[in-house]
């Protein structure tokens, strides 16, 4: 209840409410399981709007390499509480994996983060209420 508490008190999303941020669900879905899992070494993945980061870190649990998972996420109080919730911040790569950005600005993909233009086999945008 607590970690619901501290992410409502930046938004009220319903999700949110049901506890969504602490379930893997990407590793569920069929493009994952069919074309994603057999592949999970290799396969690279762009989150768009990653919240707490709980479908990357599904997508860790399964093998997926660090270096090839990025979570985009504008609020960057969403990634610290990722990183307490799921207690992984000192895991080796890991603080590479989430970035703050707005996705919604002109050219998101030029200035900090131009190092992932074009480097993504798959991109999620789940439940975004941008
Ligand atoms: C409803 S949550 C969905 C989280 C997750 N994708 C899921 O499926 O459970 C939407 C997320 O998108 C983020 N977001 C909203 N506008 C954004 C923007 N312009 N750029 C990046 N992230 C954004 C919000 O902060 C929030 O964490």
Do not use: W
């Amino acid at each position: 209840m607590y970690f619901a508490f501290k992410v409502q008190a930046r938004v009220n999303f319903p999700c949110i409410q049901r506890f969504g941020f602490a379930v893997f669900r990407l590793v569920e879905h069929p493009v994952f399981v069919k074309k994603i899992l057999p592949a999970i070494d290799q396969v690279s993945i762009l989150d768009i709007g990653c919240c707490l980061g709980a479908d990357l870190r599904g997508v860790i649990a399964k093998g997926g390499k660090l270096e090839n998972l990025v979570g985009l996420e504008l609020e960057t109080d969403f990634i610290k509480l990722g990183y307490e919730f799921f207690g992984d911040a000192d895991k080796p790569g890991m603080k590479n994996v989430f970035r703050h950005g707005d996705v919604l600005k002109a050219d998101p993909f030029g200035g900090e983060l131009a190092d992932l233009k074009g480097r993504f086999d798959y991109v999620c945008l789940s439940f975004y209420y941008g």
